[in-house]
């Protein structure tokens, strides 16, 4: 382990500074103008850092971070931030004229004020956050711009291909806040984002941003999905911002908003949707489709993995989850069908009281997991927290998808 003096580079956009563990990403700080990447997974879950005040941002009002991050696809979890009074809160806390990209946050619980969020509290001018995703979040903000994953973003911005999903956000008032974002300045670009999250408010608002500054910039091929939430955008000042092709829930909400089209949860699952929208249009460099569009699920980012759990009992009778009951299966096929007709997303909702309502020991019973991550070897139950291997890999189609499973 580098231990805060990094696992290589030298700083440079060719050589950034390799980063291995959670010291390395806290010694960030001491070189804020300098070019990073993320070499392996992070846990934040240990001392200082799970503790007190918990993480400390990175850059602040007056030493915003103006280097880059490359997250390489790797996963920062646990980030723990407790500063009710404090702006400026988040892994960053100020950023100007940086990138972050390809960086993926899970398990966040923050308590701040405003200017505030999971990936940047504020990023003032010139930030690109690209390719990002927040995940299971728990936040509570008591003022204005706070966002879940980043509370003000000011002019010349660009957020793209990035979503937040399960969790809850609250808010103490209703003004520039909102899932994603809490406000955007002028020539911002919000494009090929999500975010499917319950916001806890007094009144419902923008499902995807506060407040919008209008002169400039597009929101583009956006969608929300949450309770508390009308529309994508709450407001707009100096013009009303352009929004194309973005879509939100109406099925969660009595109101009408003009900031999108509200569209009911059986149309957001319908991926001709958003072929009529042209969303599948959208590729990378590479020719790589943006979304990944499927009958019966909401849109995804390429980048996003497809994880679906089945439960095993010991006489092999395959069960799933409906609206926290365990259910035998409506197939009893251990096949890649059963497993995306039928399989639940939620493992968090495993825990061990659901499993004794419905068998009499665990002796026997199986946590199976399908997923396209050929690089997950381990999965995380909340009833104990343990950590496991799959003792085997069940099945393998392709070169595409592992089945692994695990006795619980």
């Known amino acids: 382990m580098a231990n805060g003096n990094f696992a290589g580079g030298d700083g440079s956009a060719n050589n950034p500074y390799l980063i291995e563990d959670v010291f390395d ?50 996963i920062i979890k646990n980030l723990y931030i407790n500063r009710p009074p404090n702006t400026f809160q988040g892994l960053f806390g100020r950023t100007s004229n940086s990138t972050i990209l390809n960086l993926n946050i899970v398990n966040v619980d923050i308590c701040a004020s405003n200017l505030s969020g999971t990936i940047v509290g504020e990023s003032t001018c010139y930030t690109n956050i690209l390719n990002c995703s927040v995940s299971k979040i728990n936040a509570r903000f008591s003022k204005l711009s706070a966002g879940g994953i980043c509370g003000g973003v000011g002019y010349s911005c660009n957020i793209k291909n990035c979503y937040l999903k399960k969790g809850t956000i609250q808010f103490s008032q209703e003004k520039q806040v909102s ?34 500054d209008g002169r400039g910039g597009v929101i583009k ?33 009595n109101q009408n908003s003009d900031k999108g089209k ?39 980012l390429w980048f996003e993995k497809i994880e679906k759990y089945l439960i095993q009992d010991k006489t092999n009778i395959l069960y799933t989850l409906n609206e926290n009951n365990l259910l035998q299966s409506p197939s009893q096929i251990l096949d890649e069908n059963n497993f995306i007709n039928n399989g639940f997303t939620d493992i968090d909702l495993v825990t061990r009281d659901l499993l004794l309502s419905k068998f009499q020991s665990l002796e026997g019973i199986k946590l199976l997991v399908y997923t396209d991550n050929l690089e997950k070897k381990e999965c995380e139950m909340i009833y104990n927290c343990e950590r496991f291997r799959p003792i085997d890999k069940l099945k393998k189609n392709s070169a595409t998808c592992n089945i692994l499973f695990k006795k619980v």
């Open 25 to 74: 990403l806290d010694a960030i700080r001491n070189g804020l103008d300098k070019c990073y990447k993320l070499i392996d997974d992070i846990d934040l879950d240990i001392k200082p850092f799970n503790e007190g005040e918990g993480w400390n941002p990175i850059g602040g009002y007056e030493n915003p971070f103006n280097g880059n991050i490359n997250g390489n696809n790797k």
């Open 262 to 300: 509200g569209i009911t949860e059986k149309e957001l699952k319908i991926k001709q949707t958003f072929i009529d929208a042209d969303w599948d249009k959208e590729k990378l460099e590479d020719g790589t489709s943006v979304w990944k569009l499927q009958d019966g699920e909401y849109p995804r």
């Open 179 to 212: 899932t994603l974002i809490g406000s955007i300045g002028f020539d911002c670009n919000i494009i090929n984002c999500f975010a499917i999250c319950d916001l806890i408010t007094s009144k419902p608002i923008g499902g995807l941003i506060g407040l919008a």
């Open 221 to 253: 091929n956006c969608f929300c999905n949450g309770t508390n939430t009308v529309g994508i955008l709450t407001s707009n000042i100096n013009g009303n911002k352009s929004i194309v092709n973005c879509f939100w829930n109406k099925d969660l909400s």
